[in-house]
């Protein structure tokens, strides 16, 4: 590990894994495994929280932002259930990088992200404006480092849920923005997304119009481009750039040896 004189390590990679069903987490976790770099894991919950909504009969419902941004609709039941869901989601990551033999340290208790809760949300439900005044979302604070760098001097990996404590308890937060906080704050040297796409395209879902290279100015034209969830991601590479993050890039998670491909220059790479 090479340690930075800012308390950062240089090599520092942050690996997010989304959350949606279908990303194959036994590969990952062996193309981490080939990794000679320190890891940081965050990872969305997405596909769980959809699993087990239907199975409790708790209907998910989405908010859109009077910007186009689509949140869960997160009362305090639905908080309840993606506490359970990241519990479960961590947990089975964590023992998928031990079975490739990467010690893995979950972070759901105590949680790495501090938040505070909107406790006033504007959006358009059903295409008119309201304002919701139950969720348990929250805005990102800061991380608390400490427990992370020590993981990391011990050779070993923090594995992250999207997560955040606050006074209110434990507050949903975006994976994305939450993995982009986290390596800017660790002074990360670059930010891995994968997803289930290949990239962001230009003209979703059109795959041949993935883009390759997006330098940090041209970011607010990526932002247009990008609907739905994905206008987070880009959201989140601004962040991270923003905060000293060398490079972010958002690749196909559903391949094989993903991070081998990405770090190759497959996907979108967004830089300073
Ligand atoms: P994850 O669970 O991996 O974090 P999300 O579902 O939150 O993934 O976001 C990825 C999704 O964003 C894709 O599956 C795709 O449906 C959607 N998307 C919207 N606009 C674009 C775009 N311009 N390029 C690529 N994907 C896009």
């Known amino acids: ?12 990679l942050v690996l997010k894994i989304g959350g949606a069903a279908g990303l194959p987490l036994v590969a990952i976790a062996q193309d981490a495994a080939r990794l000679a770099r320190p890891l940081v894991v965050v990872h969305g919950v997405s596909g769980r929280m959809k699993q087990l909504a239907e199975e409790r009969g708790l209907p998910e419902r989405m908010l859109v932002s009077p910007s186009g941004h689509h949140y869960r609709h997160t009362d305090e039941a ?16 964590v023992e998928q990088l031990r079975a490739a033999g990467i010690p893995g340290e979950s972070f759901v208790e105590p949680l790495a992200l501090r938040a505070k809760r909107k406790r006033a949300i504007r959006a358009l439900v059903e295409g008119r404006p ?10 990102i604070q800061g991380v608390t480092v400490e427990g992370l760098r020590s993981t990391l001097a ?3 990996v ?53 883009v390759t290279k997006m330098p940090a100015a041209r970011l607010a034209e990526a932002s247009e481009w990008a609907q739905g969830r994905m206008k ?9 750039l923003t905060g000293g993050v060398r490079w ?25």
């Open 1 to 12: 590990m090479n340690e930075t004189g800012s308390g950062g390590l240089s090599d520092l």
């Open 78 to 93: 639905t908080r309840a259930l993606l506490v359970e869901a990241a519990a479960q989601v961590n947990e089975e990551i």
């Open 130 to 139: 309201r304002i919701i005044r139950d969720d348990y979302s929250g805005v």
């Open 154 to 156: 011990g050779g070993r």
């Open 158 to 210: 923090p594995v992250v849920p999207p997560l955040a404590a606050s006074e209110d308890g434990p507050l949903n937060v975006d994976g994305d923005r939450a993995a982009a906080a986290i390596a800017a704050a660790l002074k990360a040297e670059g930010l891995l997304i994968l997803s289930n796409v290949r990239g962001l395209y230009r003209r979703y879902p059109e795959e041949s119009s993935l």
């Open 232 to 240: 987070r991601k880009v959201l989140g590479a601004q962040e991270a």
């Open 248 to 272: 972010v890039r958002i690749g196909d998670g559903r391949r094989e040896r993903p991070i081998a491909a990405a770090l190759a220059g497959e996907g979108t790479c967004f830089h300073a």
